[in-house]
């Protein structure tokens, strides 16, 4: 039998915070893993496994998912105060996070930054503990059809971030995308522009490749000025008291509506195996941007856009355990350690897991609620005293941020080779920089191209090459039509735009063409 019942419900949330003296010190844990960039909570609960084993499995849960969930918030950080995302789901975090750093807003940013991530998470831990029986079943019905269309989704902000030069933004794309086909062939497993590097087999690693085209690009251009902000001294200000934490806190409030709305694209995206939250963070953006009234605010240090950002990405943490319960599939490498850890403790998932252990798996959501509601009071006070990070000079600032990109490129997969990755990628994302190539799209190349060419090669193999089997899911013929009316909308806002701008002098005070 499911568990149902607002009595069970409030024994199990009781439960969750007699394990708060696991909780907490999770929580800081993964908000200190998620800061180093880099790390990543998979990483660390392999280095902790045989920790968790000796715990009862209630306990171990409790500790994994608070690691799990901080580790996301924790992430953010770096991505908004020196560029440089751990991971592929910050990488959307860095578009208007490090550009409101640059304008002084550091402080603001961060507080945008926990409490999307809290809220979020927070939400879509309540939907996914509310609809868990519906949402389990969803991950059986999405199929490689339907997944191309969603990349296609999150591809499309290629395009809408070109809008200042459109050629030159589409060429960035494009060689983002060829430089995300570096690797084996997925159907074939034929090298394909490796060069002879066997480092290169599995694709251009990932975290090197971001690291070097947004942090290092960007501490080759510190070089050129004193401090991260462009104005040390408005910084200064901006810095010394809560102001800016409750400015962050009140935009977020103020926009509640895009918060809610992009975590929930996170739990949706985050059900589907293998989907994660690169994907995930990409796609609300790009739709954030598309529906928001100031568009070309998204990329300048929006508040909008980095709400978007950090609730998608932490509302994936509560829908990669929902096909890992409901039919023992992971939907992602920290839940695949989880499941190491379940079936050790003898808990069968899938199905059954509902009608013999429903305290258990309604138990994780639980413990998981617990965490963000515990990371509310340990997070929000941080922004003020890490924001200050604005305030150092870029010629002590720099060297660190160096440094920090050798450790970064080493800590996923150990390779030497992968240093090297990092330093042409930074090269690359300088020359970007400088010649007005915008990095963010030979970024978003890098990271989804390989994961559409899997998802459409795989749907063109079941169809054996026939095109019409992408239009053979209904689920699919769904999703083309919103996509088709995404493109019609943002075309009809460009055209309102330029029709406001010929309009006269009036008009152009009000709109700013991106």
Known sequence: MMLSGWENYGTLLIASFTHLWIIIPAVVLGILVGAIPGFSAQNTLLILLPLTLVMDIDTSMAFMVSVYCASHMGAGIPAILINMPGTGGHAATCLDGFAMTKQGRSQEALAISAFASVVGGLFTTILAIAFLPFLSRMGLYLHSVDMVVIMVFGLCLIAMIATDDLVKGLIAGFFGLLMGVVGTDFIYGTPRATFGFIE?????????????????????????????????????????GWTGTFEGIHQCIRQWWILAWTSFIGLLIGIVPGAGASIASFVAYAQARLFSSDPQSFGRGSPAGLIAAESSNNGVTSGTLVPLLAIGVPGGTTAAVMAVVLQYNGVLLGPRLFTD????????????????????????????????????????????????????????????????????????????????????????????????????????????????????????????????????????????????????????????PY
Not at 216 to 238: C, D, G, H, N, P
């Open 200 to 240: 290169l087999y599995e694709g251009v690693p990932l975290v090197p490749a971001l690291i070097g085209l947004l942090a290092i690009s960007e501490a080759l251009v510190m070089f050129e000025r004193e401090s991260v902000a462009l104005s040390s001294e408005e910084a200064r200000q901006k810095v010394s």
């Open 357 to 512: 252990r429903p305290e258990t798996a309604y138990g994780i959501f639980f413990s998981m609620l617990a965490a963000y509601i515990v990371m509310v009071f340990l997070v929000l006070p941080l922004a003020r005293y890490v924001g200050t990070i604005v305030l150092v000079p870029t010629r002590v600032l720099v060297p660190l941020i160096l440094s920090l990109t050798v450790v970064a490129s080493l800590a996923n997969r150990g390779y030497v080779f992968d240093i090297y990755v990092a330093l042409v990628f930074g090269v690359i994302g300088y020359i970007c920089r400088r010649t007005g190539y915008n990095v963010i799209a030979v970024l978003i190349g890098v990271l989804l191209g390989p994961l559409f060419e899997q998802y459409l090669l795989r749907s063109l193999r079941l169809g054996q090459g026939d095109l019409q089997i992408l239009f053979s899911s209904s689920i699919g013929n769904t999703l083309w039509g919103l996509l088709v009316l995404s493109l019609a909308l943002q075309w009809w806002k460009g055209r309102r735009m330029r029709r406001a701008l010929r309009n006269g002098p009036a008009a152009k005070e009000t709109i700013n």
